[in-house]
Structures are given as C-alpha cells and as structure tokens.
C-alpha cells in the first residue's frame, strides 16, 4: 500500500507499507526507483547501511521494534532521490510506527517554522527521533532486569527467572548491533556525495551519533551487568552442585559402615569377637554406632563438611 501527501512544496512524501507487486510497479515505473533498492529496502533482514546509484539515496536505518517476532530491532527503509523531491518510506507492521513519528515531526517543523523543510532534514531528523529510543529500549532492559536479579538472591528454585535473563541477554545483543550499525550507516551518509548535506545536517547527523554511541556505552554497561547477574547465578549453582554431591557423599561412606560390619558377623565365621555373647547385637550396634561417629567427626575435623 503507497500513501502519497505533500506535507511541504519541496518534496512528496510516500508511505510504503507492507508493499505489494502492484506497489513495486508503481515504484519502478511512475518515480523510477531501482528493483534492487527496493529489494535492500524491504528485506526485513537487511543491514542497516547506504545504499545508491546515480539518482537515488537509500538509507537502511534499523530501529526498536518490541513487538517484533524476528528481532528485537528490524530495518526501515528511507529513499530520497537526488532532486531531493521524493522522500519515501518503507515500513511494516512492526515497524509501521516510524510514519507516526515523521507525521509528529512534521507538525513540529510546521508549527515552529512555518516554512517549507527540506527532505533530508526530516530524513535526519526522523533518524535523530529513532536513534533516542534506544536508550529507553537499554533503560527497560534495565528495569526489568533488576527484580529478576532480586528473585534470583531470593529463590533457590529460580529457572524461570533465569530464563528471562537470557531473553534479555539476547535482546541486548540485537539492540548493540543495530546501534554500531546504525553509528557506521551515518558516518557514511555524512561523507556520501550523491545528495549534498549542508553544515547544519552534517552537524546534526554528528549528533545523531552521539546519541548512538552514548546509548552504546549504556548497552554495553546493562550487557555487562546481565551477563555477570548470570555468571555469578551459575557460580552460586555450582557450589551448591557441589555441596550437594559433599552431603550425598558423606550419607554414602556413613550408610556403608552398617553394612560392613553386619555383613561381617553376618558371616559363618567361628570365633568373632562378641559372637558369643547373648547381647552380641547391641555390641555390634555399638561398633556401628562408634565408627559412624568417627566417621564424622573426621570428615568434620578436616573441613569435609565446611560448605
């Protein structure tokens, strides 16, 4: 589906979402955009970057898409050709958002300056807008990791709790590689030369990247920080792993020592010690009882039983 408006007389915008062949022909035909930018534009699993030919810019911006079902972040596609007259946009449902934002943008350029805007402006500007909400997808990623970590000090039983800390784990890394993605895709589009940005666009492209590479640093610092709530989790599982084994351990070498020694007299052995005796049973008892206890205390006195 293609939406055409005219939000300024410098340049038509158009709304391509969910494309269908009828949309591609459109595309190919009445505004002469290339198949493979297309192809690039589309492609839910693209990579962000530049991408152009003689008379058109593409630029594969990835951005946070919560409700995804393929990643936490998908590629959007923004096409501007070089008489800077056609500003265009690909997008799906999960992406779809991003034409709200460029909508509210352009009610704030209308409203503040009252003049027409130039497209890469709104291009950047949109680019500006989606880069902030990575910090706020980190910042979330942080608040939910903080009552997992709690529940895990809290919960001997805690796989549940575990398995959403690799969920977030996950979503992190798909966050940090479309931010250094996103980061490298403008350091080109600053230097690319098929449509000329002024000092204040490259200026602002260069803020974009600030904004990505704090929101970098913060990602990192969460990654760090969830990976090491899992780390230090698998080193508390190991030890009680291992104490565990201690205590089945010592019930093992304790249990063994009844059965040696009533297997013993349990033989057709003449002459044993206390055989003869009528209370013979509550010695051996006793034999049993003491060696146990021996047992013990020496697994005690050589830090055996120390957890």
Do not use: C
């Amino acid at each position: 589906m293609i939406n055409n408006s005219k939000p300024f007389n410098t340049f038509t915008w158009l709304q391509v979402h969910a494309m269908s062949p009828l949309d591609r022909d459109t595309l190919t035909t009445q505004y002469n955009v290339p198949n493979e930018l297309i192809n690039y534009a589309v492609d839910p699993y693209e990579s962000a970057r530049v991408e152009h030919d003689a008379d058109m810019l593409l630029v594969i911006f990835d951005v946070v898409t919560p409700t995804s079902t393929i990643a936490t972040t998908e590629p959007v596609g923004l096409l501007i050709n070089k008489k800077q007259d056609i500003f265009i946009t690909f997008t799906r449902n999960e992406t779809s958002y991003v034409n709200t934002y460029i909508e509210q943008i352009i009610a704030h350029f209308t409203e503040e300056k009252g003049q027409d805007v130039p497209v890469t402006e709104l291009m950047i500007t949109t680019m500006n807008v989606l880069a902030s909400k990575f910090q706020l997808a980190i910042l979330e990623i942080n608040r939910r990791r903080n009552p997992i970590q709690r529940e895990i000090r809290i919960t001997k039983q805690a796989q549940g709790k575990i398995d959403e800390l690799m969920d977030l784990q996950t979503d992190l890394i798909y966050l940090l590689n479309s931010l250094h993605t996103d980061f490298d895709l403008l350091g080109v589009l600053a230097r690319q030369t098929v449509i000329e940005l002024d000092a204040h666009q490259v200026e602002t492209v260069e803020d974009v990247r600030v904004e990505l590479n704090q929101a970098i640093d913060t990602g990192e610092l969460a990654q760090l920080v969830t990976n090491q709530v899992a780390d230090s989790y698998n080193t508390l599982a190991n030890s009680n792993l291992n104490w565990t084994m201690k205590l089945l351990t010592v019930f093992t070498i304790i249990l063994t020592i009844p059965n040696i020694v009533s297997g013993f007299y349990g033989q057709n052995v003449v002459k044993l010690p206390f055989a003869g005796e009528n209370d013979s049973w509550v010695i051996t008892l006793g034999i049993v009882v003491v060696l146990m206890l021996i047992t013990i205390w020496l697994m005690w006195r050589s830090g055996f039983l120390k957890k």
